[in-house]
Antibody
């Protein structure tokens, strides 16, 4: 069964850092482009970061560029998102997803990040 | 970045109604467009890829059409399980933007 499980969310103060993890199973992780998508409470979906299909390139939304870093460890079948200098507007549910050419087909259940003093 | 504008943002409909949601792109995305359904507290679920390809297991009352800059998601006969929020997404170029969403509620 294809599965993605996010972890690492929690409550953090403004200016703080968190590292999210996304553990993959049931498929050949290294073959897939991966992305992070977030959803603020009561708001829509926002793509924030991703790896290209080759894994050579990384991409970021302007809202997180310079503060967030995506990485992956194919030996551990795990995707990461290092989040620094967090702001109140980063409060959201964070999802990881597998990317195929025309769609995101598998999503995790999400991990909640709350940025508040 | 490519912007996606969904309309309407909210619609109220009855069981059995035909529902159409539109997604307009600020520049052409050819057929690199997907549609998702999201229910409260759940991750999005892929309905349609490549603008018009119905995913396995998705009821045939869902259909997608369009190419370039204008796309539609149609539900031919709304069922109780279809009350949810729907999002389009372009995968033509990074950033892989989503539309603002359309919430479908029971009239």
């Amino acid at each position: 069964e294809v599965q993605l499980v996010e972890s690492g969310g929690g409550l953090v103060q403004p200016g703080g850092s968190l590292r999210l993890s996304c553990a993959a199973s049931g498929f050949t992780f290294s073959n897939y482009a991966m992305s992070w998508v977030r959803q603020a409470p009561g708001k829509g979906l926002e793509w924030i970061s991703g790896f290209s299909g080759s894994g050579d390139n990384t991409f970021y939304a302007d809202s997180v560029k310079g503060r967030f870093t995506i990485s992956r460890d194919n030996s551990k079948n795990t995707l990461y998102l290092q989040m620094n200098n967090l702001r109140a507007e980063d409060t959201a549910m964070y999802y990881c997803a597998t990317k195929s050419r025309y769609y995101f087909d598998c999503w995790g259940q999400g991990t909640l990040v709350t940025v508040s003093s | 970045d490519i912007q996606l504008t969904q309309s309407p943002s909210f619609l109220s409909a009855s069981v059995g109604d035909r529902v159409t949601i539109t997604c307009r792109a600020s520049q052409g995305v050819t057929s690199y467009l997907a549609w998702y359904q999201q229910k409260a507290g759940k991750a999005p679920k892929l309905l349609i890829s490549a603008a018009s390809t119905l995913q396995s297991g998705v009821p045939s009352r869902f259909s997608g059409s369009g190419s370039g800059t204008e796309f539609t998601l149609t539900i031919s006969s709304l069922q109780p399980d279809d009350f949810a929020t729907y999002y389009c997404q372009q995968l033509k170029s990074y950033s892989l933007t989503f539309g603002g969403g359309t919430k479908v509620e029971i009239k």
